[in-house]
């Protein structure tokens, strides 16, 4: 039985943060600044912020 608390006994874990479509403006004056974060157990990963938009893109690759 694996959990994320036994991580180092299961291998890595690879994400592609490619990007987001159709967000809601989050600011009153300007468009959204969007992120994403990614948590796995202790860790924990975030992208770069995107200014002034509803349609980032980021093309991150992450490995936990």
């Not at 994320?4 to 468009?31: I, P």
């Not at 992208?47 to 980021?58: A, G, I, Q, R, S």
Request: glycine residues 6%; charged residues 25%; aromatic residues 10%.
């Amino acid at each position: 039985n694996n959990t994320a608390d036994q991580l180092d006994d299961v291998g890595f874990l690879s994400v592609k943060v490619l990007g987001a479509r159709g967000l809601r403006a989050a600011d009153f004056v300007t468009l959204s600044d969007p992120y994403v974060t990614v948590e796995l157990g202790n860790k924990f990963l975030r992208t770069e912020t995107c200014y002034n938009t509803l349609e980032p893109k980021w093309n991150k690759d992450f490995k936990l």
